[in-house]
């Protein structure tokens, strides 16, 4: 499986915007950028995935580097909701049922 | 409704138990997963089930058995675990990869702890 690497930790103040780093450096072509989060005694909850192009829904923005090896998660603005651990997944493809999670990125948000 | 449900939140078992852990889905779902995950760790596929069929076995002690008797049920079986068996046990439920792209529903999950 391709690997990520993603910080250990962040921390932010309440909303301010939330940059998390993922570094992808053997991505392949068919490979898509996912990221989930995890809230604290909850199960993973998908926030945001993308291909090539920069994407944006209503809880993240994706911005994907024109090389594809690295990607940044964007929360806008941090809410003491969402202090999470942030997952960046690589799925070979949409035929892949696997999510392998690396070890995440912790987030703390301060009031 | 895009609600994972799991049974029982929490868990208590000894060594010889055998005892069940339940998870149901109602969207349409066909493909269900189970994930284990230890403290401070990042969940790990255990089983992956598709069209109620078994797909994925990531190599998984006999002592857990995984069954989908219907596609918005899946259940694991659990017989002569381990205390290093006790963690959180996730379910998920996804459309079948390849019909789109396949985000997962996590449930809550069913904290587990063997003494």
């Known amino acids: 499986d391709a690997k990520t690497t993603q910080p250990n930790s962040m921390e932010s103040n309440e909303e301010e915007p939330v940059h998390l780093p993922c570094n992808h450096s053997t991505i392949s072509g068919t490979d898509y950028i996912h990221w989930y989060r995890q809230l604290p005694s909850q199960g993973p909850e998908y926030v945001i995935h993308?291909?090539?192009s920069n994407v944006n829904n209503r809880m993240a923005s994706l911005a994907i580097a024109e090389d594809r090896k690295s990607s940044t998660l964007i929360l806008h603005r941090a809410t003491l909701r969402d202090a999470a651990v942030y997952y960046c997944?690589?799925?070979?493809?949409?035929?892949?049922?696997?999510?392998?999670f690396g070890a995440g990125t912790t987030v703390t948000v301060r009031a | 409704d895009t609600e994972v449900t799991q049974t029982p939140k929490h868990l208590v078992m000894g060594m010889t138990n055998k005892k069940s852990l339940k998870c149901e889905q109602h969207?349409?779902?066909?493909?269900m997963y189970w994930y284990k995950q230890k403290a401070k760790k990042p969940p790990e596929l255990m089983f992956v089930?598709?069209?109620?069929?078994?797909?994925i076995n990531e190599s998984v002690p006999s002592r857990f058995s995984p069954e989908c008797p219907n596609s918005s049920l899946l259940n694991l079986h659990l017989h002569a675990l381990q205390p290093e068996d006790s963690a959180l046990y996730l379910c998920?439920?996804?459309?079948?990869?390849?019909?789109?792209?396949?985000?997962?529903?996590f449930g809550p999950g069913t904290r587990l702890t063997v003494l």
């Open positions: 969207m349409g779902h066909r493909a």
């Open positions: 997944i690589l799925r070979e493809d949409s035929n892949d049922y696997k999510l392998s």
């Open positions: 089930y598709s069209y109620e069929k078994l797909s």
């Open positions: 993308g291909l090539t």
């Open positions: 998920a439920s996804s459309q079948v990869p390849g019909t789109r792209i396949g985000e997962q529903f």
